[in-house]
């Protein structure tokens, strides 16, 4: 169990270390003109991407008016802050996972404090990583403990377990 959870922290810290010099293509000009000819063939009944539930036509949809936002009125990536840039790198990737129906690979950057300091840091991770970290600590942290007053055998709703 525990060997588990350092599995999934030294994937981490190694997509992290990939990563750390992760970011949108910087040409704001290719970013919007391959979005409006993804946008386009979408729209359409027919064509690569006809092949789409509306579920995820949404999404794609979600995805690319937060890029059509960010890059709005700005000729270059270097004008969005840190957390801009973040915030359009994860847009494009889920537009890439949507795509090619590849939702595990997906690439997913927060920017966070560094324990100990007030410096934030970007960490990237895949969502397959995020979700074995999760139930690493889940397992890790084992089944939840009841005040007193509940029976044994039963969870902390008084479920039988």
């Known amino acids: 169990m525990r ?3 350092l ?5 981490l810290v190694v997509t992290v270390n990939a ?3 992760f970011g949108p293509p ?3 000009q290719e970013i919007l003109r391959e979005q409006r000819a993804i946008q386009s063939e979408t729209e359409g009944t027919t064509g690569n991407y006809s092949r789409f539930k509306p579920e995820a036509k949404q999404r794609l949809m979600r995805a690319q008016a937060k890029v059509f936002r960010l890059l709005d009125g700005n000729s270059t990536i270097d004008h969005l802050n840190e957390l ?4 359009l790198f994860n847009a494009l990737q889920e537009v890439q996972a949507i795509l090619e129906d590849n939702e595990k690979d997906r ?4 920017r966070e404090r560094k324990v100990g ?3 934030r840091e970007t960490r990237c991770a895949t969502v397959a990583q995020r979700e074995e970290l999760e139930k690493g600590a889940r397992e890790w942290l084992g089944p939840k403990t009841c005040s007193a007053g509940f029976e044994p055998g039963t969870d902390c709703g008084g479920e039988a377990r």
């Open 84 to 87: 801009q840039k973040v915030e």
């Open 3 to 5: 060997a588990d959870l």
């Open 7 to 11: 599995v999934g922290v030294l994937l």
């Open 26 to 28: 910087s040409n704001v």
């Open 107 to 110: 690439l997913i950057c927060k």
């Open 19 to 21: 990563a750390a010099s």
């Open 117 to 119: 300091t007030t410096i």
